[in-house]
């Protein structure tokens, strides 16, 4: 079974960045051929993807948070990392992690129920306090 989880800071200040880890059991994050996603979500607004690392350690990021994004991983511990720099209130979201298929980049609008993401965490709330 494969389980992600996520854990990191519920709270932040403006300005600040903001880290969260993603640990993952039942499955090796470096093993082919799956990307390892964060996604968050406003209160009110819906699912926003924020970017991915692949199974080589590759990445890419929603343009719009690419100057303030940074994705990482540890294959020793089966973990990949969110970097979100300089936050605001606006970042203020819960916060996934996720399994896909594919680096489905185009995609900066996630439904909850969209097959090609197979399995998440159970999500972290981040608040950033101005």
């Known amino acids: 079974q494969v389980r992600l989880q996520e854990s990191g800071p519920g709270l932040v200040k403006t300005s600040q960045t903001l880290i969260l880890t993603c640990t993952v059991s039942g499955y090796s994050i470096s093993a082919n051929y799956y990307y390892w996603n964060w996604i968050r979500q406003a209160p009110g607004k819906g699912l926003e993807w924020i970017g991915l690392?692949?199974?080589?350690?590759?990445?890419d990021y929603n343009p719009s948070l690419a100057g303030r994004t940074s994705i990482s991983r540890d294959t020793s511990k089966n973990q990949f990392t969110l970097q979100l720099s300089s936050v605001t209130p606006e970042d203020t979201a819960v916060y996934y992690c996720a399994r896909s298929d594919g680096p489905y980049t185009h995609k900066l609008e996630i439904s909850r129920d969209d097959r090609d993401y197979d399995y998440w965490g159970q999500g972290t709330q981040v608040i950033v306090a101005s």
């Open positions: 690392i692949s199974y080589t350690g590759s990445r």
